[in-house]
């Protein structure tokens, strides 16, 4: 099945291919598009997904300072900061001989990443795919939006906003802001959690986990009310790939590297952090900015894997908080003894993990480590380290040499949804093939490409970190028609 | 769409141009504020909605500064078509953390990230034409097109973004208190 969608990737003949496009691909984060080219017959013969923009974070994080680059790398992303907040603190803890981390200090950060988590996760389904989900992928495209989800469903669509405003309230708890705070640094934390915080977000949480758990009743009733378009909606094999607790258990902040095949088989387990590069390998292909990576052992056509809510609910050996385990027994079941590889079923798992998360935030709430304690941890310095956390787009990593003169000589991160991008390219393909193919484009066809993206809560602006190129000329003039900037390659 | 609203809603584009979507989320961390400013105006072209191209609205939100040929042209179709064009932080309005790319030799770095570094298979810069044509530096967009308003911020907060739209679609001058200007 996933041979005849490779072949989507480069037509034949570009040239004489009509070209269809979508930009900006929208209700995810960050700038992509999607180019197809058609032949004669409307068959779609190639299709693509560009992530389209440039930044050049680690590059110029290479001179910083190493205690600036928690707090810069946040930058990259507004969606999900705490995760590269807490993916650099990690990985600078090796650095400052910070491992292990104090109790108080591990728990803060574990409490700020799983309402990092549940934020992100309620923000996804919510406000950007449930208006696909609810109204239908061709339903009219001034109503698909988080508004007409307000209108016509009030009550989920306030559910969803009030879930992603504790999770933000979380973050701002544990970080002093809800967008780019400043709460771990290297070692550990510079805040306890105050008294008052304390109390506001225990008065709320018993909610949080009661809505969360409707949120996953809400997902199994969709997949109830369709399940052939539920299960085969750019359905395709590969593997698997997160970060697990020694024990097997779904941990999100910490934990070895694990694969699976398509078949669920695990091919590589308790692979440390510090080892990623032995398995990981990257592809550039130049008619994109994000990396296609894939593990070094099975090759770039057999070794590429999904990542995120998919891919950690069946990686794991159970989740090791009660509601959740049920319903990740559940998800299993509906296998019948295989992964569950349809890419709608993400919505469902991530449902599983926000419940999950608001779970491990009620227990966290009830350590006293929280509200006080040592918060910093001090060793032998270090000049390298690895940090990976799963965010909640997936597995996140960061990599850092440090100098003695304590600027960064090396960065290299390696973005959630860049180990995804592989599976972004081929879902689109299994939906252009099956829906696309010699029909009139509609705007609600196109939109099932972008439904196809968005199960993978794609973030692009985290994508985007790596420099680009220039290969045309350009001048850019400024609103009173001066020259402001002119730049000419070949 | 109550039949009761007799005033027409005003129209509002957003969009995020090169910035990191946190002044996206800090729009939405307006909460249940959202509901009240959806009874007040409706939305155009925004990564919250599916509308691909910006038709004639009354306020236009910028995130990020102008880092290619893609930017340039949204940028423009936004001024061509907004009443009320406001740059939304602090990359919108000097460039931001994207700006530190400014003092670097792009071609160097594009090598290093795309050809030098360990475990790349293929190496190689991506070149394909339907990569928009980047610029050498980070530009703000008052650079380019006349810009009304500025909220600071690295993002603006939720209350000052609420605060700012609330007086503005009552047709108030908006006004930011102290505690809402904050530059962090
Ligand atoms: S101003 Fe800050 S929050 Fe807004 S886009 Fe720029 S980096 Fe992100």
Redesign the interface.
């Known amino acids: 099945m996933n041979e005849d969608l490779s072949r989507l990737e480069t037509a034949s003949e570009r040239e004489s291919l009509r070209r269809v496009v979508i930009d900006p691909v929208s209700r995810v984060e960050g700038h992509g598009k999607v180019t197809l080219l058609l032949d004669e017959d409307d068959s779609v013969r190639e299709a693509r997904l560009h992530i389209v923009e440039f930044r050049g974070f680690e590059v110029f994080i290479q001179g910083r300072p190493y205690w600036e680059v928690p707090v810069m790398v946040q930058r990259l992303c507004g969606i999900c900061p705490v995760s590269h907040h807490l993916a650099a603190s990690k990985a600078l803890d090796h650095v400052v001989g910070g491992v292990p981390l104090t109790a108080s200090a591990e728990k803060l950060r574990r409490l700020m990443h799983y309402g990092q988590i549940l934020q992100s996760h309620a923000l996804h389904f919510f406000h950007l795919s449930s208006p696909d989900l609810l109204f239908g992928f061709e339903s009219d495209v001034g109503r698909r939006n988080i508004v007409g989800v307000a209108e016509a469903h009030p009550e989920i669509a306030r559910q969803g906003v009030l879930l992603r405003k504790f999770g933000q309230e979380v973050i701002r708890a544990t970080a002093g802001k809800r967008i780019h705070g400043t709460g771990a640094v290297p070692g550990g934390m510079n805040r306890h959690l105050s008294v008052a915080d304390h109390q506001l977000l225990k008065a709320e949480i018993a909610q949080v986990v009661e809505w969360s758990r409707a949120a996953v009743e809400l997902v199994k009733r969709l997949h109830r009310a369709d399940p052939l378009l539920y299960d085969e909606f750019a359905c395709f094999d590969s593997g698997f790939m997160s970060i697990v607790r020694d024990d097997g258990a779904m941990d999100l902040y910490h934990g070895h590297l694990r694969f699976r095949d398509a078949e669920g088989r695990i091919i590589r387990d308790r692979v440390a952090e510090a080892d990623y590069r032995s398995v990981i390998c990257e592809q550039v292909k130049p008619w994109s900015y994000m990396k296609f990576p894939y593990l070094r052992e099975l090759g770039p056509d057999a070794g590429w894997y999904k990542v995120g809510p998919l891919a950690r609910v069946q990686n794991c050996d159970f989740i090791p908080t009660i509601f959740a385990e049920a319903e990740r027994r559940e998800f299993l079941a509906h296998g019948e003894g295989r992964p569950v590889q349809a890419t709608l079923a993400y919505h469902w798992a991530r449902m599983i993990e926000m419940l999950h998360a608001a779970e491990v935030i009620r227990e966290l709430l009830d350590d006293p480590d929280l509200l006080a304690g040592e918060r910093m941890s001090e060793g032998a310095r270090g000049r390298e380290g690895v940090g990976i956390i799963e965010a909640p787009r997936g597995t996140l990593i960061h990599h850092y040499q440090v100098d003695d003169d304590d600027l960064v000589s090396m960065c290299n991160l390696i973005v959630s949804t860049t180990h995804n991008n592989q599976a972004m390219n081929t879902a689109i393909r299994a939906v252009a093939n099956r829906y696309l193919s010699g029909r009139k484009l509609t705007e609600g066809l196109l939109n099932h490409i972008e439904v196809a993206i968005r199960a993978f809560d794609p973030c692009l602006s985290c994508a985007t970190h790596a420099l680009g190129q220039m290969p045309l000329v350009l001048e850019l003039e400024s609103a009173d028609g001066a020259t402001l900037d002119r730049l000419v390659r070949d | 769409?109550s039949q009761l609203d007799k005033k027409p809603r005003l129209r509002v584009a957003t969009t995020?141009l090169?910035?990191?979507?946190?002044?996206?989320?800090?729009f939405?961390?307006i909460?249940?504020h959202?509901?009240e400013l959806?009874r007040l105006v409706?939305?155009d072209r925004?990564?919250?909605?599916?509308?691909?191209e910006c038709g004639p609205c009354d306020i236009g939100l910028i995130e990020g500064g102008?880092?290619?040929?893609?930017n340039?042209h949204v940028l423009r179709a936004f001024r061509a078509n907004c009443k009320t064009l406001v740059a939304v932080g602090a990359c919108a309005i000097n460039g931001?953390?994207?700006a530190?790319?400014n003092h670097?030799e792009?071609e160097a770095?594009?090598r290093?990230?795309?050809e030098h570094?360990?475990?790349?298979?293929?190496?190689?810069?991506?070149?394909?034409?339907?990569?928009?044509?980047?610029?050498?530096?980070v530009?703000p967009i008052?650079?380019?097109?006349?810009v009304d308003y500025f909220i600071p911020g690295?993002?603006p907060?939720?209350e000052t973004i609420w605060k700012f739209l609330s007086d503005l679609i009552a047709g108030r001058t908006p006004r930011l208190s102290h505690e809402l200007l904050r530059f962090?």
């Open positions: 769409m995020s090169a910035g990191c979507f946190g002044c996206h989320m800090s939405l961390d909460d249940e959202l509901f959806a409706e939305f925004s990564p919250l909605t599916d509308i691909k102008v880092c290619n040929a893609e340039v931001g953390l994207p530190q790319r670097l792009l770095c594009l290093e990230v795309y570094r360990e475990g790349m298979d293929a190496p190689g810069v991506p070149n394909d034409p339907e990569l928009p044509l980047l610029l050498d530096k530009h008052h650079e380019i097109v006349r690295c993002p907060s939720g962090d």
